[in-house]
């Protein structure tokens, strides 16, 4: 696999940045590059949208429980609120909607079960065919 060298801007590019931005109008309006395609920008807004609905329904955290469970063998006296959802199936294609597989997460436990995918598998919180759409 062959990488392409990047470039340096052509000098006239620094010295007339006007005329540079006006050839190329969507790089500037986010300060840089566009950051996403229309079609992911769309999949995505509808993504929110469902999400918060989500979260609004499920204040609380469903993960804290299992890996305070799991971790030290005792029992969790401590629920966080959700800041997040986690998608135990993954987000590929369909899978980033499908409501059936997410659980609602706060920071602390949706950063552990990233960080810890074997053990994440062993109580139910990540699937083994994750990203794989049925």
């Known amino acids: 696999m062959t990488y392409k060298r990047k470039h340096s801007k052509a000098i006239w590019t620094r010295t ?3 005329q540079a ?3 190329r109008p969507e790089n500037t309006e986010r300060g840089g590059i566009k950051a996403r395609s229309q079609p992911e920008a769309l999949r995505m807004a509808v993504y929110r949208g469902i999400k918060e ?3 609004t329904q499920n204040p609380l955290c469903q993960c804290c429980q299992k890996i305070y469970t799991h971790v030290t063998g005792g029992i969790c006296a401590r629920v966080e609120f959700t800041d997040s959802v986690h998608h135990r199936k993954g987000r590929a294609g369909l899978l980033l909607w499908d409501v059936r597989y997410w659980l609602p997460a706060c920071d602390r ?3 552990w079960i990233h960080e810890h995918p074997s053990e994440a598998i062993r109580i139910g919180l990540l699937s083994k065919d994750w990203n794989k759409q049925d």
Request: aromatic share 16%.
């Open 109 to 111: 436990c949706h950063r």
């Open 16 to 18: 007339y940045p006007d």
């Open 21 to 23: 931005k006006k050839l």
């Open 53 to 55: 609905l989500f979260i």
